[in-house]
């Protein structure tokens, strides 16, 4: 052996790749090379929406969780009533700014949309596929964005 220094270099490497790849490392970065619709429509909205909303892909579907603005909806505000009426707008308002920001191929070719929208007194979540929310880009009437969202977004209220 005329190098051995070189070949115990060589074996502490390996463990250190070894270890590296049994850590999940490597399977990592070979899962965010794989190009997905999900990972289009979140870098879209990454560049034009506002920064609260944290936005990741879980496969193909699009999971985005954001908190009430406080200038749209004052966080101590507790009349049911009124409380429920202004989330389900900032709600309808949410999935319309998504479906204006992306590409239309891409988010039709996006599994499901949820989204979380969050108040001290009451959280929505909203469950929707890619190909229904993509359609309300098109829709310019009131009465039908109401029906659309009616029959294609479902919802789940959490009072606190």
């Given amino acids: 052996m005329k190098n051995p220094i070189l070949m115990v270099g060589i074996l502490f490497m390996a463990i250190f790749l070894f ?3 049994d850590k999940g490392f490597f399977s990592k970065r070979a899962e965010s090379m794989i ?6 429509v ?6 034009y929406m ?7 892909c879980n ?14 909806i004052d966080p101590k505000l507790k009349d049911p009533k009124i409380l ?4 389900y707008k900032a709600l309808a308002n949410s999935y ?8 239309e191929e891409s988010l039709s070719r996006t599994n499901i949309i949820s989204f979380r929208l969050i108040h ?4 929505l979540n909203s469950m929707s596929e890619g190909q229904h929310v993509a359609n309300i880009k098109n829709m310019k009437e009131v009465s039908n964005l109401s029906r659309h969202f009616q029959q294609t977004i479902r919802v789940q209220e959490v009072t606190k």
């Fill in 50 to 56: 506002n920064d609260a909303w944290e936005m990741k």
């Fill in 35 to 40: 190009p997905t619709s999900c990972k289009s």
């Fill in 42 to 47: 979140m870098v879209r909205l990454n560049k």
């Fill in 19 to 21: 270890q590296l790849r």
């Fill in 120 to 123: 001290p007194h009451l959280t």
């Fill in 59 to 72: 496969g193909n579907n699009l999971l985005i969780e954001t908190k009430v603005d406080p200038k749209v």
């Fill in 84 to 87: 429920r009426e202004k989330m």
């Fill in 96 to 103: 319309a700014s998504i479906s204006r920001y992306s590409l």
